[in-house]
């Protein structure tokens, strides 16, 4: 028979399932995948549950509902100062992933160049080899990721469409600065490009700094397209409501990418995200706070057990050094190994590069219920004895 797409044919399922498989086979504690283990806010799932039962449950606006794009247009404003026209600028999507396929398959074309910045989120290099375009690859470095100018300047050229910007960034839990920002902005206008941001985890941030969105930066507001989720914002990832933000230029194309993928996104779902988008401020700053806590939950222990924690600035998880503990093998065999022997299932951070990239360093999830995290501990330094002694 003739072949399938070649870009899809066997490609491997994505790390964050097979572990997730693995955790399941061993009855382990799954902190790899990014969910977490609780529901988000009651009132936002009541708000879905009441609008599913009066309805109505037929096809909602393309675009989205208007309560929705209106919510997201307000958000805008109210975080970044952002002045947004709901009904020309705004799209929901189902889940950031669409978002992004749509950007990608709207923007970019065969013979383009799309620079990503690893480690990079898995879909990012399927979607862009997809379009036909070709990927640039630019590493930011454990264990600061810090993006170098004279690095990211070689990627640019003149074949670029645009960079992928992953900011907060996973798995890397980089926050990227104001200076790296302004860089990234100079060299998209340098080259006339497009920056699509993914900035899912933006209300997730753990400086006094808060999110910058690209798009705030000067000449950046009709080149990026800015990407966020409820399913992050409201720990609500199986309902895959995202939105974009974009020129209306740019975003008619990717409204028609989005009409031929998946054309809309419930109806209950989307009023839901609007009214928990509405909620006061100290809901955001308490969302913030008890993952910050999490995150101090884990790192000190485990700074314990040996690994060397890098730093977390925002998004929910965080990326350790094993090499500190003499395991012989690269972070592949070391997860295998934790999941079988410890009960415990993280991510290798090695899964997250297109390229060559480091062999010691995996991710662990913290968005979990606190007793979870820390029986994961108590497994975990179970089985650093073990390893000690062996």
């Not at 929705?68 to 709901?86: C, E, G, S, T």
């Not at 600028?89 to 889940?95: D, K, P, R, W, Y």
């Not at 979607?127 to 170098?148: M, S």
């Not at 884990?298 to 998004?315: H, R």
Request: hydrophobic share 40%; net charge negative.
């Amino acid at each position: 028979m003739k072949p399938t797409n070649s870009v899809f044919t066997g490609i491997e399922t994505t790390v964050f399932e097979r572990m997730s498989r693995l955790a399941m086979e061993h009855q382990a504690i799954n902190l790899g995948q990014g969910f977490p283990d609780v529901d988000g806010p009651q009132d936002v799932r009541q708000v879905a549950a009441d609008t599913l039962m009066e309805g109505p449950n037929q096809y909602p606006p393309m675009l989205g509902v208007p309560a929705l794009r209106q919510a997201v247009a307000d958000n805008n404003k109210r975080f970044y100062d952002l002045d947004v026209d709901w009904q020309s600028e705004v799209l929901v999507t189902s889940g950031a992933t669409e978002a992004l396929a749509d950007s990608i398959c709207a923007l970019v074309e065969p013979g383009d160049e799309v620079i990503l910045i690893e480690p990079l989120y898995d879909c990012y290099l399927s979607l862009v080899k997809r379009a036909g375009a070709t990927p640039v690859f630019v590493q930011v470095t454990p264990p600061n990721w810090e993006l170098r100018e004279e690095t990211l300047r070689k990627a640019f050229s003149g074949k670029t469409k645009a960079i992928l910007l992953n900011n907060p960034m996973n798995p890397s839990a980089k926050v990227f600065s104001t200076k790296e920002l302004q860089l990234i902005a100079d060299l998209c206008l340098e080259f006339d490009c497009y920056a699509i941001c993914d900035e899912v985890y933006e209300h997730i941030v753990f400086s006094k700094d808060k999110h910058k969105p690209l798009m705030t930066l000067p000449g950046m507001r009709d080149r990026c397209i800015r990407i966020g989720s409820a399913g992050k914002t409201f720990s609500l990832t199986g309902w895959k409501v995202g939105y974009i933000t974009a020129a209306s230029n740019l975003l008619e194309p990717i409204a028609k990418a989005h009409q031929f993928i998946t054309f809309t996104t419930p109806p209950n779902l989307q009023k839901a995200v609007a009214y928990g988008l509405s909620k006061e401020d100290d809901y955001y700053t308490s969302l913030e706070d008890d993952l910050r806590a999490k995150r101090d939950l884990i790192t000190k222990p485990l700074e314990d057990m040996g690994f060397k924690v890098l730093p977390c600035e925002g998004t929910y998880f965080v990326t350790c050094d094993f090499s500190p503990l003499g395991f012989k093998g690269n972070d592949v065999d070391f997860c295998q190994k934790m999941v079988e022997q410890a009960g415990v299932a993280a991510v290798p951070i090695s899964a997250f590069y297109g390229t060559e990239g480091p062999q010691t360093f995996v991710r662990f999830c913290f968005c979990k219920k606190d007793e979870v995290l820390q029986e994961a501990l108590g497994r975990l330094r179970a089985w650093m004895g073990e390893l000690a002694v062996s």
